[in-house]
């Protein structure tokens, strides 16, 4: 799901640069031992051996004097910050404003989705602060209407699902699977077009944020509770159904008539904890400054407001779409992930799996064209908040415990050591005299105290490491890249994949 704001990411994890991909070829004949436990439990000769080895290593010692009473993300080195400036000799020429804040919720998808939109809309309305209403939370205001779509929708996914599968035992991997994070608040760039091009968007003031909309945790039990119930409420009457041997045809329709019943329990409390959204076709008007101080007033529909300044043809949001690096998989190939979405029959989740210099050189071109880069990464890798510092070298863990962190990128995706969690913007980039990217610049949505003033710097070494995809307009891809994203020929990978993890 999307990572929420805090203090300090997750404790991080420090690799090596050097391509490990093949480390675990098959090399000479392994070495055979006895061990001190013929049972697999630990014995105690092992740890008393393991004492001697810290009595005789001072760095281990003093490991020990530090460690019991200090962090160990306190380990950053101080010259990987000195190295990594906020400085940037490719930026947008154009600066958002404010800063955003996703507060404690996931939502960071939508905030880098509107984050990327509201470029176009500042610009074209000469705005000197603009919001959409992404379920974002500002300093000052706050909305949701993108959020409540998109949770009401994968509460209708999760319960259609439950009746195309009901005849799956209860314990079965995928009833299990699907019942687990089912309304996640996290997301991705279709999940998102499927909410844009179905509900539009509004401004902030129209639809303003709710205390459950920042802090999602509280309603999201509640929904996944009932939402669980429902579940069981359904397969009961498939069953039953079943036994009746009622035609095919009138057993869905039965049991759709009766997901829709369970669903307007799911309205009424979300509809009491986030306020009734806009319906989509519904005019709205909208009062405003521009940046000069001059007052405007516009009227319309969120779909209408979508198409008129949030939708350009600069950026056109449905043939944008995600290159991914996921070397696990075959390079030139379209994937997909199986019973991933949001709007039940919209546009399947859909990656051109690639190489990780496609992914660099679409970030590159997008920023010269003048355009932000949606992109999901592992942002708790070897990341500090503080500082706003991406960078596999932050950390000094090996030196000082004598151990070797080896996992390559596809070694973590196939451990769950690592997945996409976050979805940010790259809105600047500093190139070398040949003009390879050396660290990007990055707008955060966890407010104005993480980083410098809101914005994260990330290393072309963490980019390789942990960042997963960035979205590229069709205009700005590789055309042969593009090709495989037409074909429409899918590999479709199975619903627990680390590729259907929600930034």
Same mark, same amino acid.
């Given at each position: 799901?999307? !990572?929420a704001?805090?203090?300090?990411?997750p404790q991080?994890?420090?690799?090596?640069?050097?391509a490990?991909?093949?480390?675990?070829?098959?090399?000479?004949?392994?070495?055979?031992?006895?061990?001190?436990s013929?049972?697999?439990?630990?014995? /105690?000769s092992?740890?008393?051996?393991?004492?001697?080895?810290?009595?005789?290593s001072?760095k281990?010692?003093?490991?020990?004097?530090?460690?019991?009473? @200090?962090?160990?993300?306190? /380990?950053?080195?101080?010259?990987?910050?000195?190295?990594?400036?906020?400085?940037?000799n490719?930026?947008?020429e154009?600066?958002?404003?404010?800063?955003? &804040?996703?507060?404690?919720?996931?939502?960071?998808?939508?905030?880098?989705?509107?984050?990327?939109?509201r470029y176009?809309?500042m610009?074209?309305?000469?705005?000197?602060?603009f919001?959409?209403?992404?379920?974002?939370?500002? /300093?000052t205001?706050?909305q949701?209407?993108?959020?409540?779509?998109d949770?009401?929708?994968?509460?209708?996914?999760y319960?259609?699902? @439950?009746?195309?599968?009901?005849?799956?035992?209860l314990?079965?991997r995928?009833?299990?699977?699907?019942?687990?994070?089912?309304?996640s608040?996290?997301?991705q760039?279709?999940?998102v077009?499927?909410?844009?091009?179905?509900?539009g968007?509004?401004?902030?003031?129209i639809?303003?944020?709710?205390l459950?909309?920042?802090?999602?945790?509280? /309603?999201?039990?509640?929904?996944?509770?009932?939402?669980?119930?429902?579940?069981?409420?359904?397969?009961?009457?498939?069953?039953?159904?079943?036994?009746?041997?009622?035609p095919?045809?009138?057993?869905?329709?039965?049991?759709?008539?009766?997901?829709e019943?369970?669903?307007?329990?799911?309205?009424?409390?979300? @509809?009491?904890?986030?306020?009734?959204?806009?319906?989509p076709?519904?005019?709205?008007t909208?009062?405003?400054?521009?940046?000069?101080?001059k007052?405007?007033?516009?009227e319309?529909?969120?779909?209408q407001?979508?198409?008129?300044?949030?939708?350009s043809?600069?950026?056109?949001?449905?043939?944008?779409?995600s290159?991914?690096h996921?070397?696990?998989?075959?390079?030139?190939?379209l994937?997909?992930?199986?019973?991933?979405? &949001?709007i039940?029959?919209g546009?399947?989740?859909?990656?051109?799996?690639?190489?990780?210099?496609?992914?660099?050189?679409?970030?590159?071109k997008?920023?010269?064209?003048g355009?932000?880069v949606?992109?999901?990464?592992?942002?708790?890798q070897?990341?500090?908040?503080?500082?706003?510092?991406?960078?596999?070298?932050?950390?000094?863990?090996?030196?000082?415990?004598d151990?070797?962190?080896?996992?390559?990128?596809?070694?973590?995706?196939r451990?769950?050591?690592?997945?996409?969690?976050?979805?940010?913007?790259?809105s600047? $980039?500093?190139?070398?005299? *040949?003009?390879?990217p $050396?660290?990007?610049?990055?707008?955060?949505?966890?407010?104005?105290?993480?980083?410098?003033?809101?914005?994260?710097v990330?290393?072309?070494?963490?980019?390789?490491?942990f960042?997963?995809?960035?979205v590229?307009?069709?205009?700005? !891809?590789?055309k042969?890249?593009?090709q495989?994203?037409?074909?429409?020929?899918?590999? *479709?990978?199975p619903p627990?994949?680390?590729?259907? @993890?929600?930034?």
């Amino acid at each position: 799901m999307g !990572a929420a704001a805090s203090k300090s990411a997750p404790q991080p994890t420090v690799v090596k640069t050097e391509a490990l991909e093949e480390k675990h070829a098959v090399g000479a004949a392994p070495v055979l031992a006895k061990p001190e436990s013929p049972d697999g439990s630990i014995a /105690l000769s092992s740890v008393a051996g393991w004492e001697e080895g810290i009595a005789a290593s001072p760095k281990a010692q003093l490991a020990r004097t530090i460690f019991a009473q @200090s962090d160990i993300r306190t /380990l950053t080195k101080r010259d990987t910050k000195v190295g990594d400036p906020h400085v940037f000799n490719l930026e947008l020429e154009f600066k958002t404003n404010p800063i955003t &804040n996703q507060k404690s919720s996931g939502r960071c998808w939508l905030f880098a989705t509107t984050n990327v939109l509201r470029y176009d809309v500042m610009k074209k309305l000469n705005l000197k602060e603009f919001q959409l209403s992404q379920a974002c939370a500002s /300093l000052t205001h706050a909305q949701n209407y993108l959020f409540f779509w998109d949770k009401l929708n994968k509460s209708n996914y999760y319960l259609e699902l @439950s009746i195309q599968e009901s005849e799956r035992p209860l314990d079965d991997r995928l009833i299990n699977h699907l019942a687990g994070d089912l309304i996640s608040d996290g997301g991705q760039w279709d999940m998102v077009v499927n909410l844009l091009e179905t509900y539009g968007v509004v401004p902030q003031p129209i639809y303003p944020e709710s205390l459950h909309s920042s802090l999602s945790g509280p /309603l999201n039990k509640l929904l996944k509770t009932r939402l669980r119930e429902h579940a069981l409420i359904l397969r009961d009457l498939a069953a039953a159904l079943r036994s009746a041997n009622a035609p095919k045809a009138q057993t869905l329709a039965t049991l759709r008539s009766k997901k829709e019943e369970l669903m307007g329990e799911i309205y009424t409390v979300m @509809s009491a904890t986030l306020g009734v959204p806009p319906m989509p076709d519904a005019k709205f008007t909208w009062d405003y400054y521009d940046k000069d101080g001059k007052a405007h007033t516009w009227e319309g529909t969120p779909k209408q407001f979508y198409k008129d300044f949030a939708l350009s043809q600069k950026y056109p949001v449905a043939d944008s779409f995600s290159l991914i690096h996921d070397p696990r998989n075959t390079p030139s190939t379209l994937y997909t992930v199986d019973k991933l979405g &949001n709007i039940w029959g919209g546009r399947p989740v859909l990656y051109v799996n690639t190489k990780i210099n496609d992914l660099k050189d679409a970030v590159v071109k997008s920023l010269k064209a003048g355009l932000p880069v949606f992109f999901g990464c592992d942002v708790g890798q070897s990341s500090e908040t503080p500082s706003g510092i991406m960078d596999i070298a932050l950390f000094d863990y090996e030196n000082t415990f004598d151990i070797q962190l080896t996992l390559s990128k596809a070694d973590r995706l196939r451990t769950n050591e690592s997945a996409m969690t976050h979805a940010m913007v790259i809105s600047g $980039v500093h190139l070398d005299a *040949v003009g390879k990217p $050396v660290r990007y610049k990055v707008e955060n949505s966890w407010g104005e105290t993480a980083g410098e003033k809101g914005f994260m710097v990330m290393t072309d070494a963490w980019f390789e490491q942990f960042v997963y995809q960035v979205v590229v307009p069709k205009s700005l !891809a590789p055309k042969e890249l593009v090709q495989v994203f037409e074909s429409g020929k899918k590999v *479709v990978l199975p619903p627990w994949d680390p590729m259907g @993890s929600l930034a």
